[in-house]
């Protein structure tokens, strides 16, 4: 495996003093996507920020492409990491493509102006993520799906070796969803860059992950391994606290209560 | 740049030279137009009617355009620091607070014979807009909410504005006829070292703001996204509150609270542009802010002849409703 882009080393991550995930080490290569997953408050945003580097870690240290994080003047890192979280944003009149465009902001000069190479890689970005024809939309009027996907064009434009997302699906709809991991999945396939991203929805961290880390309540990594080594039931129970078979009942229920329905009435024979 | 931003930018440069032109000629001293041009050209003061020109309506036109250019940017960078359309140094009592500490030195200073310059008048501005501003941001970290906010602002501004009454009422000297003129609000009195100053902090504070434009709009896109691309959060809000207070603070040392313009100017100017880019709104709101307070001097001057009005009448008669139009489509 080609060598980690991002690597957390006993990490300790948390507000003023107060640890809230601790003994962190992971990694993210090239070409693949990390999940993180674990229950509410077990610090997967906490965690991330610090990743980002807008929290500083209190113990341990995070290396990205190599380097110390802290080593990096905040420029430079946003030409290798580029970060997607869900906040309060004041687009009022900007269309798709302003947004998209703000993705060239650490490569742009001191006042932000596009050269047609950067109107390009823009471009490009609005292709990946199906938006094209959105472009000139105000992006406040888009539907969340919609807006997602264009909050993830930005994140190409950026150019990044690694990807932070923090449950980028969790107020999409299902087709939204579907949609969202496979443009994630498409990215990480030409090797170039790798993701790293909080998920609550365990079925979409196994489907597109190629590693997935659980974080427990109390901010410990109960496991670090690919999906078919992570989820057992045993593991997904103690993460979680689910009584035993309560997970089976409800997926295993949901299946074949699809199964059941017919394809179309007039192929039944 | 795109057809439509270059075509606005272009009306607006018309409207401030007609305008301009417009106030020039007009007022209670009639002139012809071929005297005016005669006057500007050749800088003659000799006679009255040079005295009216040079040293009365000229000054007065030059500090409309930048003091409402300079207004209009001072909202604009607010709007920015709260996420918010609805913010502005009027009604978030900044302007105020500012009036209240040019009173205070004045009248102190007029009690012992002293003078008191432009820059001390800008300088006494300042740290009243920055102690209202302080309060403001205190309240801000309890309630999140924006109306709350403004509510408190405007109960400030009217504290701020009662005691400087109070105090204008009982300080005795001849000059409280001008100082009550200048609390409500005007543009008159202004000189030409007034001017120069204002210019030389205004231009200033608004090259500023432009060069500010980059790191705005990755502030729109959310805190976190800012600091992920490298913006300096801390210095970023610093910042803002410091250039915003010091507009206002030019803008009240001379023509004292000036109503609205803050809100509604930078509003006109994201409809009429059709975008949120801070690159064009910003000279776009300042341009729209001094053709806004030269017509609402215009007004102020000539409605009611030979009395004239507050400047923060006029504002308000056309800002408010503005203001208010914005609050109704914001909850829909």
């Keep these: 495996m080609s060598q980690a882009i991002l690597k957390t080393e006993a990490l300790a991550a948390g507000y003023a003093g107060r640890i809230i995930a601790e003994q962190v080490g992971i990694q993210v290569c090239p070409g693949e996507i990390v999940a993180l997953i674990g229950p509410n408050g077990s610090g997967k945003t906490t965690l991330l920020k610090t990743v980002a580097g807008f929290l500083e870690p209190i113990g341990g240290a995070v290396y990205l492409d190599g380097r110390d994080l802290s080593a990096f003047p905040r420029s430079e890192m946003a030409r290798i990491m580029s970060v997607m979280m869900t906040e309060r944003m004041a687009t009022d009149q900007m269309t798709v493509r302003d947004v998209v465009s703000l993705g060239r902001y650490p490569y742009t000069g001191m006042l932000g102006r596009l050269t047609e190479k950067d109107q390009g890689i823009v471009d490009r970005a609005l292709t990946r993520v199906g938006m094209t024809e959105f472009s000139e939309r105000i992006f406040n009027d888009l539907s969340d799906g919609q807006k997602q996907r264009a909050l993830l064009a930005r994140s190409i434009a950026q150019e990044p070796k690694i990807l932070l997302l923090d449950e980028p699906t969790s107020y999409l709809d299902i087709y939204h969803k579907l949609r969202f991991i496979d443009i994630l999945k498409d990215l990480v396939s030409g090797g170039e860059m790798g993701v790293l991203m909080s998920v609550h929805e365990l079925e979409i961290a196994y489907e597109i992950s190629s590693r997935v880390v659980c974080l427990s309540a109390d901010g410990h990594i109960k496991a670090f391994g690919t999906p078919q080594e992570v989820f057992s039931e045993q593991v997904i129970n103690d993460l979680y606290q689910l009584e035993p078979g309560r997970l089976r009942s409800m997926y295993g229920g949901f299946l074949s209560a699809i199964k059941a329905e017919p394809s179309a009435p007039d192929q039944e024979e | ?332």
């Design chain 2, 1 to 332: 740049m795109k057809k439509r931003t270059i075509t606005i930018y272009l009306l607006l440069g018309l409207a401030l030279l007609a305008l301009a032109v417009l106030n020039i000629h007009t007022g209670s001293v009639s002139l012809s137009p071929g005297e005016i041009l005669r006057i500007i050209f050749t800088g003659d003061r000799s006679q009255q009617s040079g005295v009216i020109i040079w040293n009365l309506r000229v000054p007065r036109v030059a500090a409309a355009i930048l003091l409402g250019g300079a207004l209009s940017i001072s909202g604009f960078l607010l709007q920015t620091f709260f996420s918010n359309p609805i913010a502005g140094p009027y009604i978030l009592g900044v302007s105020s607070g500012a009036k209240l500490v040019v009173a205070c030195v004045m009248i102190i200073m007029l009690g012992h014979g002293m003078v008191i310059g432009s820059l001390g008048m800008i300088a006494s501005a300042f740290v009243g807009s920055l102690a209202v501003m302080g309060f403001v941001l205190a309240i801000a970290t309890r309630v999140k909410t924006m109306s709350i906010l403004i509510v408190c602002g405007v109960m400030v501004g009217y504290i701020c504005s009662a005691v400087t009454e109070f105090m204008i009422t009982f300080a005795d000297d001849s000059n409280i006829i001008n100082l009550h003129n200048w609390s409500m609000g005007s543009f008159s009195g202004i000189t030409w070292s007034n001017v120069r100053a204002i210019a030389i902090v205004v231009l200033a504070g608004a090259v500023l703001a432009f060069f500010m434009s980059k790191s705005m709009s990755a502030f729109q896109l959310g805190e976190n996204y800012a600091k992920s691309v490298g913006v300096n959060m801390r210095a970023f809000r610093i910042k803002l509150i410091l250039l915003s207070s010091v507009l206002s603070a030019t803008v009240t040392a001379f023509a004292g609270p000036v109503s609205f313009v803050g809100i509604a100017v930078p509003h006109l100017a994201r409809m009429v542009f059709k975008t949120s880019k801070p690159i064009i709104l910003i000279p776009g709101a300042f341009l729209g802010g001094a053709v806004f307070c030269l017509l609402c001097d215009l007004l102020a001057r000539n409605l009611f002849a030979p009395t004239e009005m507050s400047i923060s009448t006029i504002t308000a008669v056309f800002g408010a409703p503005i203001v208010i139009a914005m609050l109704i489509r914001r909850k829909k």
